[in-house]
């Protein structure tokens, strides 16, 4: 294996992962253009598609840790990669939230003047969302919370795992399930 390349793919795939992502809900906050979940959705879905089509090559693709973790509980990745994979994708994640915030951090600031809200406070949330999940100020339990994100995590490693299963004779062609994995998210 090479550890310099492997880490690398992960890093540059979940940076793109990142900045289609986040910049989606960047682009709905700052400028009101999505008008829904499923476009953000959608935006979401093609970054991690096209990550995994541009990476590939390099790496595993897994870019989230659930997923890393998960391929090492079962066998499917050595435990000592383990490491250089989560390092890589923490790295693409905060520099695709850096770049998130350099392109734009200026807008961010503008829609914060114009609402009046200052960074911290709870009304914050509404500006810092492109960047995670504040359920909290939702009126959504913690609990709730917590299951609906283990639930999510485990439906998208279930899915994986069944369409990246040699074994699995329903599954799509290698050249199409980078495609049915971004759907899934």
Not at 15 to 26: E, P
Not at 30 to 54: D, K, R, S
Not at 128 to 145: N, R, V
Request: hydrophobic share 50%; charged share 10%; proline share 2%.
């Amino acid at each position: 294996m090479n550890y310099l390349r492997e880490g690398t793919g992960e890093l540059i795939g979940t940076f793109f992962l990142v900045l289609f992502g986040c910049g989606s809900v960047a682009v709905s906050v700052c400028f009101n253009e999505y008008h829904g979940i499923f476009q953000i959705g959608i935006v979401w879905g093609i970054g991690v598609c096209l990550a995994i089509y541009a990476t590939r090559n390099i790496c595993n693709a897994h870019f989230n840790p659930a997923v890393t973790l998960a391929m090492a509980f079962c066998r499917r990745l050595s435990w000592r990669d383990v490491p250089l994979y989560l390092v890589g994708q923490f790295g693409g994640a905060f520099l695709g939230a850096l770049t998130v915030y350099g392109l734009f951090g200026s807008n961010i600031a503008q829609v914060e003047a114009i609402q009046g809200i200052v960074r911290g406070s709870q009304e914050s949330a509404a500006t810092a969302k492109m960047f995670g999940e504040y359920y909290s100020f939702s009126g959504i339990s913690m609990g709730h919370a917590m299951f609906a994100e283990t639930f999510g995590t485990f439906v998208l490693v279930f899915l994986i795992f069944a369409l990246t299963e040699g074994a699995n004779v329903g599954r799509p062609d290698n050249a199409i399930t980078p495609l049915f994995i971004g759907l899934t998210v």
